[in-house]
């Protein structure tokens, strides 16, 4: 048997994620000799808030639903910044097959209102997404789940439908955080987390205060947290730089020279597998066509998205969808450079160069407006007309995405190679952006999962790159870093590339120096 | 009028109608033209360098992507121009044709015309133009439209209180006395009555359209791209503010110079009539 | 005034009131009726706005069903018609909430912003109206006019960011949102709001003021002027009693309309300072497709535009004869 979570960690990930993840991505930000302090209150803004925000982890759907989840629950594991799984509720999980996985729970801890946490609460919390009615955002990760039972006071087993080594990371993901077993109302919070919840007015603000009895003795060290929403990234950046919120996330590549420009403020670039991606879909003549597709991927400026849009903080990506971050990452298939002229030859030998489609884009996938400028006008410049259709972003995701033969789709970092394949590549996936049927990268999916050799593993997942980079129906011209601004006052942190506060994890190890 | 009226006229304007006149003469005149004399192709990625200074190549800099902002300025212009006087017209055109309407017809025609205005202009104009836009899309004709009827109830209230107003005056009982119709009645004597509040009137409106096409691209529903007016020019490269860059600055002084110019324009015209 | 007219006065005001009372209740039908057919046309629902990017069918499904949205139409328009009579705007269909707890929450925001920018405006708006009206074509005329031109020259995001930037990040001297404290010192509140405040009361000073101005010119052309003139009255109390009366009526209707635009309109203010006020709350619920939600807020913008244009009809009755008889 194998304890996944205490394999070559047993005691960096005793000494926290601080520690470990100074370790392995040699800087951390802000003071790395500093003694963490108690005390402090700090405000935080992220990006957008409304009537939909949410105490209940299952339908967290924006960064700020994440980061108030993150304070007020607690997962069976967490993420270091490596986006492995490390202990949390569960002390310790063994598996044989990565099927059946037998789960320890933590001693002694409670919820906020006193309650002590038993496996009751962990097979409610985790069987829940399944239920339709629910509406959990991660219904189809835990169809994956067969049937969980107690099999001690803190013993669970958790069976699934087939392998899955990467259990352990996907448990850190906030949806999959540990909620009160029964709990459906969720107008107020009642979690295990570091923070408990003072205010919560959707859309406004969340006031979190410090947790006396949280699991981690010490933590967390901020009195009070007000978590808020700024949308207007100019906004956002002023108020950080006047003082008036201590951190935020996404900082737009353009003022980053603005903040770092001065003695108190800086910006934390945390690399990231971030992308906007020109999807074309096999159920349209035009865009099923193989030449058509690899022209428009001869036709993404790479450079000047990198340079233009992103202002560097971006990394340049190969039409596939695994970043350099990703220890799976393939580094051997070759860059994919802008090349008009084979994009001209290619659409003349296909003929459709005469095409006139529209090309769909809404501010809500990050850069797709600015990028889909880019390629209209390289494409004007060998005499393909595309027309970019900007759309507004409420409703882009049920009515346009995926829905005409061009639309810009966006995706978030995913915590594992597998998740980010299964749920937007594998030909029977629900969101299978390009609606492509490869039974070749099906079948290589199925076989990664079901091995337990790591290398061999990432060999798979090596080919399956390929095989999306050559055939797949999408162009990714760029992985965007995740840019978050901050108070130099406010210490403790290191990126967890998830996304921006830490991989919204930022609350309970963060400390205020002054 | 012959030319030799039309000098005078210029002639008799004081020096700030001069100085509105010019910079209406000149943005029409770019509106017009601009489209041909633009150095660059305006969606083009021509410098290398973002929020370029001035330089021999690209006078007024480059933007955000690179581009050329003189370009872009100079196309731009026709796209506010052009659909903010087209827009003003309509709106006029329908609020106080309606507001005549409603001043001389028919009780029954009044209340119905004043309560779909209400409805209207109950709903805050930057909403309803959002609604409007996800629901229906942003092409060129439909945001001209929407920003059009946006205007029409507010112009209609101001015209309809000038019109009830006149009603009540001695000569225009006198005129429905001597048995003149109510076309009549509206279009020659109380209109010419009317003209003066409603250029003011105008003038602001013209500015309004403006700034709600610029707040419409600030909310992220202007023109398509590559096509952008100047509020979406001024809102695109807003984070060059900071660094003072000349992206930001042309455009916004354009958006200024334009509807300053309109407005001295239409003020020293409406003086310029003193009895 | 005489004490004959008086009563008359009032009849005939309170008359004006009842029949415009229900007049405004037309007026809320339609645009609930507007408002209900329009957002039908707008892509999405809210079941698939909650779920978002990787919502199963299933999932919105039940979540359709869950929210009523299933049911045709007219049968949940009906519904909501007859609980909004019974007084009851419903539940939010996506905040888990009752609409009245949403709105309560930002409608005290939304008319303190409001009432404050108006308190700034007004009095300037009117100070400055006169003045270039009495000093017709000259010099201060011309000074203000160039001032309330450059006034609204440029968009309001534009000076609004410009002012954060000077004030809030250059000088550190005003914050950049809009936050309130619970219980604030009267430093503190008039800190929170100052620069919001500034911003909105820029605009409605240039178009009121111009308003006000065109208003009192058009009565200071008219032949009564000019015989108190020649009878020898002063030229404040001309403006002060004969002809500001005269021309409240356009004057009182733009200042409806420049409140109205300061209650719904100020959705930029509150993008760029965060403020938590109607107007980004009912975009919100544009956009989440929260149909109660949306009705609630267009009706209290209707509302209280409707309220204030009575306002403003009662004064222009009350303060010209020639129009009482009505």
Not at chain 2, 129 to 158: H, M
Request: proline share 6%; charged share 15%; net charge positive.
């Amino acid at each position: 048997m194998v304890d996944v979570l205490s394999t070559d960690i047993s005691r960096r990930a005793l000494l926290g994620g601080l520690a470990a993840g100074l370790a392995v991505n040699g800087a951390g930000v802000g003071s790395a000799t500093g003694q963490p302090r108690a005390g402090g209150r700090i405000r935080i803004a992220s990006t957008n808030s409304s009537t939909a925000d949410t105490l209940d982890p299952a339908k967290g759907s924006t960064a700020t639903d994440y980061i108030r989840h993150y304070m007020l629950y607690s997962g069976l594991t967490q993420f270091d910044g490596q986006l492995r799984g490390r202990p949390g509720l569960a002390d310790r999980m063994v598996t044989q097959d990565n099927i059946v996985w037998n789960i320890r729970l933590r001693r002694g801890v409670h919820f906020h209102n006193g309650k002590p946490l038993t496996v009751e609460d962990v097979i409610f919390s985790l069987l829940r997404h399944r239920d339709p009615a629910a509406g959990s955002k991660v219904k189809t990760v835990a169809d994956q789940f067969a049937s969980a039972r107690r099999a001690g006071p803190l013993e669970l087993q958790l069976r699934l439908t087939g392998p899955n080594p990467d259990l352990p990371a996907i448990l850190a993901v906030s949806h999959f955080l540990i909620v009160e077993n029964g709990r459906r109302d969720f107008s107020k919070a009642n979690g295990t987390g570091p923070y408990i919840a003072h205010e919560f007015a959707p859309g406004i603000r969340t006031i979190v205060r410090k947790n006396p009895n949280y699991w981690k003795p010490g933590r967390p060290y901020l009195d009070e947290i007000e978590l808020i929403a700024i949308p207007d990234e100019i906004s956002r950046v002023n108020a950080l730089l006047s003082g008036d919120v201590q951190m935020v996330n996404a900082v737009g590549p353009g003022s980053v020279k603005r903040v770092r420009a001065t003695s108190t403020h800086s910006v934390m670039e945390i690399p990231s597998g971030l992308f906007t991606n020109l999807i074309m879909r096999r159920d349209n003549p035009v865009t099923a066509n193989p030449d058509f597709v690899l022209a428009m991927k001869y036709l993404q400026d790479r450079e000047l998205i990198k340079r233009a849009l992103f202002r560097g903080f971006a990394t340049i990506a190969n039409d596939q969808p695994i970043s350099p971050i990703d220890p799976n990452f393939n580094p051997n298939i070759p860059q994919r450079p802008l090349d008009p002229d084979r994009a001209k030859f290619l659409l003349k030998r296909s003929g459709l160069l005469g095409v006139r489609l529209p090309v769909y884009a809404a501010p809500v996938a990050n850069g797709s407006i600015d990028m889909g400028s880019v390629l209209q006008e390289h494409a004007a410049q060998i005499g393909l007309k595309l027309a970019i259709n900007r759309v507004p972003s409420d409703g882009y995701w049920a009515t346009h995405w995926m829905k005409h033969p061009m639309t810009f789709g966006n995706t978030n970092q995913r915590p594992t190679t597998d998740m980010m394949f299964s749920l937007f590549f594998q030909s029977k996936a629900l969101t299978n952006e390009t609606g492509w049927n490869h039974p070749r990268f099906d079948r290589l999916l199925l076989e990664a999962r079901s091995t337990t050799d790591a290398a061999l593993r990432k060999e798979i997942y090596g080919e399956m790159q390929l095989v999306v980079h050559q055939h797949g129906g999408l162009a990714i011209p760029a992985f965007i870093s995740l840019l978050d601004g901050y108070d130099r006052r406010l210490k403790g942190m290191f990126p967890i590339p998830l996304g921006g506060f830490m991989g919204y994890n930022f609350a309970e190890y963060a400390w205020w120096d002054a | 009028m012959t030319g030799g009226n039309l000098i005078r006229a210029v002639r008799a304007l004081p020096w700030s109608g001069k100085i509105g006149l010019a910079l209406v003469a000149f943005w029409i005149v770019i509106a017009l033209t601009g489209r041909f004399i633009a150095p660059h192709s305006p969606g083009a990625f021509v410098s290398y360098e973002v929020f370029a200074g001035s330089s021999g190549k690209f006078w007024f800099g480059s933007d955000f992507l690179g581009r050329d902002v003189l370009s872009r300025l100079l196309v731009g212009a026709q796209f506010t121009v052009g659909l903010s006087a087209i827009a003003v017209t309509i709106a006029v055109t329908l609020g106080t044709g309606l507001a005549l309407t409603a001043a001389v017809g028919p009780r029954w025609l009044d209340e119905l015309l004043s309560r779909a205005m209400d409805t209207l202009i109950s709903i805050p104009s930057k909403i309803f133009a959002l609604v409007l836009v996800a629901a229906f899309g942003s092409s060129i004709v439909l945001l001209t439209l929407i920003v059009s009827i946006t205007y029409v109830p507010g112009n209609f209230r101001i015209a309809r209180s000038l019109a009830v107003g006149l009603t009540k005056l001695d000569y225009v009982e006198v005129a429905r006395a001597r048995g003149e119709g109510r076309f009549h009645i509206a279009l020659v004597e109380m209109l010419p009555n009317m003209i003066r509040p409603l250029f003011a009137d105008i003038g602001l409106r013209f500015v309004f359209i403006v700034l709600l096409l610029s707040g419409l691209s600030f909310l992220g529903l202007g023109l398509q791209p590559p096509d952008a007016d100047l509020g979406s020019l001024v809102r695109e490269n807003v984070s060059g503010l900071g660094e003072g860059a000349l992206a930001i600055l042309m455009p916004a002084t354009a958006i200024a110079s334009l509807t300053v110019g309109v407005n001295l324009l239409i003020d020293a015209a409406t003086q310029g009539k003193v009895k | 005034m005489s004490a004959a007219s008086t009563p008359s006065l009032w009849r005939g005001a309170g008359r004006l009131i009842g029949k415009r009372i229900g007049l405004a209740l037309v007026t809320l039908l339609l645009v609930s009726a507007v408002i209900f057919t329009i957002s039908g046309l707008l892509p999405g629902d809210a079941a698939q706005e909650v779920l978002g990017q990787g919502a199963t069918p299933e999932q919105v499904a039940a979540l359709r069903h869950e929210m009523g949205l299933d049911r045709p139409a007219p049968v949940r328009y009906a519904e909501w018609l007859g609980s909004i009579v019974a007084g009851d705007p419903g539940q939010s269909l996506v905040a888990n909430k009752p609409v009245a707890d949403i709105i309560s929450e930002r409608l005290p925001n939304t008319l303190t912003l409001a009432a404050l920018a108006a308190l700034v405006s007004v009095p300037f708006a009117f100070l400055i109206g006169i003045a270039s009206a009495v000093s017709r074509g000259r010099k201060l005329d011309r000074g203000i006019n160039v001032l309330t031109l450059s006034m609204v020259a440029l968009p309001e995001f534009l000076v609004a960011t410009i002012a954060v930037l000077i004030f809030a990040v250059e000088l550190l001297w005003l914050p950049s949102i809009t936050i309130v404290p619970k219980d604030p010192t009267f430093a503190q509140f008039a800190r929170a709001y100052a620069m919001p405040v500034m911003v909105l009361a820029v605009g409605v000073v240039a178009q009121l003021g111009r308003m006000i101005r065109a208003a009192i010119i058009a009565e200071l052309d008219r032949p009564y002027v000019e015989m108190a003139r020649l009878k020898g009255v002063g030229p404040q109390r001309l403006v002060f009693r004969h002809v500001l009366p005269n021309a409240i009526g356009p004057i009182v209707n733009a200042m409806a309309l420049s409140l109205s635009n300061l209650f719904g309109g100020a959705i930029i203010v509150e993008t760029i300072f965060n403020y938590p006020g109607l107007a980004s709350l009912m975009v919100n619920a544009v956009t989440s497709r929260d149909m109660p939600l949306l009705q609630a807020c267009a009706m209290i913008f209707c509302a209280t535009y409707l309220l204030l244009v009575l306002i403003a009809d009662t004064v222009a009755i009350l303060a010209n004869p020639r129009l009482r008889q009505v």
